[in-house]
């Protein structure tokens, strides 16, 4: 008799030319993903031709029980890593069934955005620096901290090896293999300043396609700490006191400044972020006050700054990019916990559309 490993590790390909299909898209609170699986009747590899499926709204915070049902409409393709073979997993956005898109549905006006023929024709690249917290299950304590206590001072846990430094790495490895096996542009990971704290790296990615790689990647990372036993937390200060909180850096550059000349054209859309700095902050994070102290590597959440090579600034310009003379620059406002099609989107809008 087949184990139930021997089941969960079936390559379905060999029997027939079904492929699952795991549909994705984000719940109620805004940072929730929710998922669910149907059979196709072969490999698809564009989003276009998968079929619209809904969900129960009622049960995710986004429809009342009396007319509950949610439509999603899927937009972006990735291989499974979870099942492999032909299957894929499925980023979707949400809709009423007259084709509204729904309040927390924030692809849709990013979407726009970057159709924008102004804004495409600058070919925005983003590189996304999401910190993410490793948490025991049962006491939503950080990995590797004893527990109701505190570990050693920070310092020696930022890109530290070691059992005593380094909590969680086989996870991590994890997730790094799964989203390369996925499809997904990440660049890179590495242990971060808190213990238990960790981040990875999506980019260059090009404009929308930033936001549906990052929730994927999130995604991704959900799956692997459920079957670790581990929790994942994106908020920005999981632990108050003398410890750093959790960003999501938005690393930007459009075809200008990466032109020559392209300094210039950096000044001036750092000008366009510094006279738009409230409304940025509105959408950057849920409790993001609480980590833009001006404290542990961040600028303080009522004042714009910016400077090169500055990690205490608001906006951070590479010393190779002073350099050159071109290249891109790092917006750290970010929370760990912001909506990227949210970020990706105001970023270019502020920086390429908006007219001071």
């Not at 499926?53 to 995710?60: A, I, K, M, P």
């Not at 999981?238 to 054209?265: C, F, K």
């Not at 004042?303 to 003379?325: H, I, M, P, Q």
Request: aromatic share 10%; with cysteine.
């Amino acid at each position: 008799m087949a184990s139930l490993s021997d089941l969960i590790n079936l390559n379905l390909s060999d029997q027939t030319n079904k492929i699952i299909a795991e549909y994705i898209w984000i719940g109620g609170s805004g940072m929730d993903l929710r998922s669910k699986a149907r059979t196709l009747s072969g490999p698809v590899d564009d989003p276009s031709k998968l079929p619209k499926w809904n969900y129960d709204g009622s049960s995710t915070g986004q429809a009342s029980g009396e007319d509950s049902e949610v439509i999603l409409h899927p937009q972006a393709i990735f291989k499974d890593p979870f099942r492999r073979g032909s299957n894929i997993l499925v980023m979707c956005d949400s809709y009423t069934p007259a084709g509204d898109p729904i309040p927390t549905n924030k692809r849709f006006n990013a979407a726009k955005i970057f159709s924008h023929p102004d804004v495409a024709s600058e070919v925005p690249w983003y590189g996304i620096e999401q910190e993410y917290t490793l948490l025991k299950k049962d006491v939503h304590w950080p990995l590797g901290w004893p527990t109701g206590g505190f570990p050693g001072p920070q310092g020696p846990y930022y890109c530290g090896t070691g059992a005593d430094k380094a909590f969680g790495r086989d996870i991590v490895d994890a997730h790094y293999k799964a989203c390369l096996y996925a499809g997904i542009n990440i660049s890179g990971i590495n242990g971060e300043v808190m213990p238990g704290q960790w981040e990875f790296q999506v980019g260059p990615a090009v404009g929308i396609s930033a936001g549906d790689e990052v929730w994927v990647a999130r995604y991704i990372l959900e799956r692997i700490t459920e079957v670790a036993g581990v929790v994942v937390s994106f908020d920005p200060k999981p632990i108050p006191g003398d410890w750093n909180g959790a960003g999501a850096h938005a690393n930007y550059s459009t075809q200008s400044m990466r032109n020559e000349g392209g300094l210039e054209v950096i000044n001036k859309a750092i000008e366009k972020l510094s006279l738009k700095h409230k409304e940025h902050i509105a959408v950057y994070g849920e409790g993001n006050e609480r980590r833009l102290t001006g404290k542990h590597e961040t600028a303080d959440i009522h004042n714009f700054s910016w400077g090169v090579a500055n990690r205490g600034a608001s906006v951070r310009v590479g010393r190779e990019t002073e350099k050159d003379g071109k290249g891109y620059f790092e917006d750290r406002r970010p929370a760990s916990n912001m909506d990227p099609y949210v970020v990706t989107s105001m970023i270019a809008e502020t920086t390429i559309l908006w007219n001071p």
